[in-house]
């Protein structure tokens, strides 16, 4: 099967009047359709840069990335970039905020004003179309914004540290809220996190990058023997403490 995403010795440096910061140096890795990858990685070590480079906003200075085949430049894949912070206007309501990327987008459209009806129902928040932000809980917020990503139907998701605002006890549930939700929609996505419990409960494959500049240190396969393959079962599954150990191994290894 065709990668959805292929990255072969990805370079990229910080140039500042300080200096030049080099932040990832020959990273290569490819990613399926409808798999889940996490990136983990030393604090600083390049992980948010790499998702920048992925998605555009930062060019590469050495290397090539291909999005279904095609050059990231001349691709017309739909990219969805969710971050820590969840980024809702509170002077618009959770509809208007779930529309704002069909908007700047010129995508607005009956059908898309349906898919944002369908996919607010979908997902538990039809009761709070008309609420502000303020009005939802954390975690609300984070489906609310995970909403406004999928509506505009991308084929990658970019997800930046997207539940390390909430408390922990909210991080767990909706960190597998929102992981099931990606699954189930069978969407390609690529997760930078510093929990590597979050990365392993998640997962298909872990990236595991080596301090600054960030290069692939391990590429670690995540499989578990279970019938329903949900992140609280991994999470009571006891291969769960085995890849937590042996990606915290290899983080804390340094040649
Ligand atoms: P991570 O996401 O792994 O914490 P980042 O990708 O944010 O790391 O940053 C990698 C390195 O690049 C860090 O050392 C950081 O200081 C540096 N860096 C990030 N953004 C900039 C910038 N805009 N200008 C200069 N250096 C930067």
């Not at 908007?103 to 004003?113: D, I, K, N, P, T």
């Not at 369908?118 to 179309?129: R, V």
Request: hydrophobic share 40%.
């Amino acid at each position: 099967m065709e990668p959805v995403l292929e990255l072969k010795n990805i370079n990229y440096a910080y140039h500042t009047l300080e200096g030049e910061t080099t932040a990832l140096t020959d990273i290569t890795f490819s990613v399926a359709p409808g798999e889940f990858v996490a990136i983990v990685g030393p604090s600083g070590c390049g992980k948010s840069t790499l998702l920048s480079v992925i998605s555009g906003l930062l060019q590469a200075e050495k290397g090539l990335i291909k999005i279904n085949g095609k050059y990231l430049r001349d691709s017309t894949t739909n990219i969805g970039y969710m971050l820590q912070h969840d980024h809702l206007f509170e002077w618009r309501t959770i509809y208007h905020n779930v529309l704002l990327g069909l908007e700047v987008q010129h995508m607005l459209s009956a059908r898309s004003r349906a898919k944002a009806h369908e996919l607010l129902d979908l997902y538990g928040l039809k009761h709070f179309s008309d609420s502000k932000p303020s009005e939802l809980s954390g975690g609300m917020r984070q489906r609310a914004a995970l909403v406004r990503t999928l509506v505009l139907e991308p084929d990658i998701l970019l997800l930046d540290e997207p539940f390390s605002a909430l408390d922990y006890q909210t991080r767990l549930s909706v960190g597998d809220d929102i992981g099931q939700i990606i699954r189930n929609a069978h969407k390609t996505a690529l997760l930078v996190t510093h929990d590597l419990s979050e990365a392993v409960s998640l997962a298909d494959r872990v990236i595991i990058l080596t301090d600054r500049p960030a290069s692939v240190k391990t590429i670690l396969p995540v499989t578990f023997d279970l019938r329903e393959d949900t992140p609280m079962h991994r999470r009571n599954a006891p291969e769960f403490k085995t890849y937590f150990n042996l990606i915290w191994k290899e983080l804390n290894q340094h040649e």
